[in-house]
């Protein structure tokens, strides 16, 4: 393995102001003077005039992260998982696309899998333009732009913070195969050590390091709402919580307790002002950013910067082509929908088929009757969350319920004409089945339990995590910022630790401190739920499977809750032994000529 980390890679990051002007400049005193002085670059001190200056190199930062986090590391982090899926539907021919991310949901990515090289491209250029943001900024004189140096060190803590999480991303699906880097253009070192666990560890603490002496610089969170939209120490210090709660696994070396501990901190508001939110849509709906549990969110507006790719990522990869005739709105503008991914069946195929798809019994129940812990989504949640039903919005309130689309679809939420299915089932009625197979048998016959390679347009139920509606006086569906980073996940991280240090009690209390908003009727609090007969790990890692389904979090969080079996009874297994279980996969991704380990964990 280690020859793989040998050769260097040569990585040219453009630069935001490379190549603006190329001039000839001749002397007046004489025609015949050809002496010419070429400017090939504008200098920090000719670029950076004023705060804006700098403001707008930075926002280009930001676009460039939303781009990238909001699809490709989203689709990284969920399609191998245990949560959704990208179906191909019918007889096989819809939804493949060179099966560019279908390969995720089966675990047969290769080396030539397109999603691969573009997760990893996009992240070298958000680090790219933050090295550059940060070299040039390191030698601006502030009051030349009009600045104080604590304005400007603000700033520069705002990239760090980025380039973390940018690192932090690539770190958790390529490991000790990724090179450090903090210069402007040039070469690219070669991996931080030719030895694996060496090279994790450098990764490791270059990035702890980066954030423990930007966190300070960083605005905080005050209560006004002036924070979420940025780099703040809110955000600063969950990323840090996500390296110390994974480092048994990252780096071999068991940190639950000051990740508990940094939690606590968090929790308590000392480092900006947050709170659980009572309503659990105030985290999605309109003007989300004044929501106190919010800790970060993407900013997005309709018609900017990149809100046709944030926006394109929330439900539409979920829905059908005439999802606006339910929802009771316009047809979008720059995005669409997909009708390619689905929340994971929770039965199989048995039973008697309907004309509709689907079967007469609704199959059996992974979650009951073959006792999986994973998957199943909508058997492990509880009956009595008021999530767990379909979504409809209320023009009235302007408020809505619900967050699935199951069973019969209809328009104007539900009430208005029969919705029409497309392809395998065209001018059908269209009814979501909570079963995946060929009930048509086109491409393949029926089987009892079949791949995501083997649906139909109507297989699987659809997820509507922010609300869709007609455009208003206040904005729509795209005027809805991508919510990021939030405190229900410094409470979870506070319930893994408790639990790993054998405290169900304890874990059980800060979840229950999210999760009772979901619950009218507080007895439900008291069991585990469908499928768990005790509140243990298992539970834990599918409490964060229920809260975190289909954000982009799930595989960052909770890998870590699924080593929890292969714990012997020394203690944690170490590192190796843990990635040579955790990883389905690996694959050599080619860069330039040069290869990379990738290591995907579930």
Same mark, same amino acid.
């Given at each position: ?18 190549l ?30 004023n ?23 989203f ?56 090295n ?31 380039r973390?999480?940018?690192y932090?991303?690539?770190f ?13 253009g ?12 060496t ?68 929790f ?6 947050y ?12 003007n989300n ?35 606006y ?37 609704g ?12 998957g ?6 509880? #009956? !009595? +969350?008021?999530?767990?039903?379909? =979504? *409809?919005?209320?023009?009235? @309130?302007?408020?809505?319920? /619900?967050?699935? %689309? ?17 392809? #395998? !089932? +065209?001018?059908?009625?269209?009814? =979501? *089945?909570?079963?995946?197979? @060929?009930?048509?048998?086109? /491409?393949?016959? %029926? ?23 007609a ?15 939030? %405190? ?16 169900a ?33 298992d ?44 990883f ?8 330039n ?10």
């Amino acid at each position: 393995m280690n020859n793989l980390f040998k050769s260097k890679i040569i990585m040219i990051m453009k630069k935001y102001s490379w190549l603006l002007a190329l001039a000839l400049m001749f002397g007046f005193s004489s025609c015949t003077d050809l002496d010419e002085k070429v400017y090939d670059r504008i200098d920090a001190s000719t670029y950076y005039q004023n705060e804006t200056s700098v403001q707008g190199a930075l926002a280009s930062i930001y676009n460039q992260a939303g781009n990238s986090f909001a699809e490709s590391f989203f689709f990284l982090q969920e399609l191998p998982a245990d949560q959704i899926a990208w179906r191909v539907w019918n007889g096989g021919q819809w939804g493949y696309d060179e099966a560019e991310k279908y390969v995720l949901s089966t675990q047969t990515w290769s080396p030539e899998s397109k999603i691969i090289r573009s997760s990893w491209e996009s992240a070298w250029s958000i680090i790219g333009l933050s090295n550059n943001l940060i070299n040039d900024l390191a030698s601006v004189n502030p009051a030349s732009i009009k600045m104080t140096q604590t304005a400007l060190d603000s700033y520069i803590a705002e990239v760090r913070t980025l380039r973390a999480w940018a690192y932090y991303n690539l770190f958790e699906i390529w490991g000790g195969a990724l090179p450090l880097n903090t210069a402007s253009g040039g070469e690219v070192p070669g991996v931080a050590d030719t030895d694996w666990n060496t090279s994790c560890k450098k990764i490791y603490d270059f990035i702890c390091s980066e954030l423990d002496e930007s966190n300070d610089i960083l605005p905080k969170e005050n209560g006004d709402n002036s924070t979420r939209n940025r780099m703040n120490q809110g955000v600063n210090r969950i990323l840090k919580a996500r390296m110390l709660l994974n480092s048994q696994l990252f780096i071999g070396e068991d940190h639950y307790n000051d990740c508990e501990n940094l939690c606590l901190k968090i929790f308590s508001g000392d480092y900006g002002s947050y709170n659980i939110a009572d309503d659990y849509r105030d985290i999605y709906n309109l003007n989300n950013t004044q929501c106190s549990e919010v800790v970060f969110a993407f900013a997005a507006e309709d018609g900017q910067g990149a809100t046709n790719a944030l926006t394109n990522m929330r439900n539409m990869p979920f829905l059908p082509y005439n999802y606006y005739e339910y929802a009771d709105c316009e047809q979008f503008e720059g995005i669409g929908a997909w009708n390619c991914v689905i929340v994971v069946p929770s039965h199989d195929n048995s039973g008697t088929v309907l004309p509709t798809g689907g079967t007469d019994t609704g199959g059996k129940s992974f979650i009951t009757d073959y006792n999986d812990k994973l998957g199943g989504v909508w058997d492990r949640m509880d #009956d !009595r +969350d008021i999530r767990k039903q379909n =979504y *409809v919005y209320d023009s009235s @309130t302007k408020n809505y319920k /619900g967050i699935f %689309l199951k069973g019969a679809m209809k328009a104007s939420f539900g009430k208005g004409n029969t919705l029409k299915a497309d392809a #395998d !089932r +065209d001018g059908q009625n269209l009814v =979501y *089945v909570d079963q995946l197979g @060929t009930f048509l048998n086109l /491409g393949r016959n %029926l089987e009892t339990v079949m791949s995501p390679r083997w649906g139909e347009t109507n297989s699987g139920i659809r997820l509507m995590r922010y609300p869709m509606f007609a455009k208003t006086e206040n904005g729509g569906f795209k005027d809805i910022d991508e919510v990021e980073f939030r %405190l229900a996940e410094v409470a979870y991280m506070i319930a893994e630790c408790r639990m790993r240090a054998g405290d169900a009690t304890g874990a059980k209390e800060y979840v229950d401190k999210v999760r009772s908003r979901y619950f009218t009727d507080k007895a439900a609090l008291n069991i585990p739920g469908p499928g768990f007969t005790s509140f243990d790990m298992d539970w834990m890692l599918s409490q964060w499977g229920l809260e975190y389904l289909a954000e982009g979090v799930g595989a960052e969080l909770i890998f870590v809750a699924s080593t929890s079996s292969l714990r012997d009874s020394g203690g944690f297994l170490d590192v190796q032994q843990k990635m040579d279980l955790i990883f389905l996969q690996s694959a050599i991704v080619s860069t330039n000529g040069i290869h990379y380990l990738l290591l995907h964990f579930l």
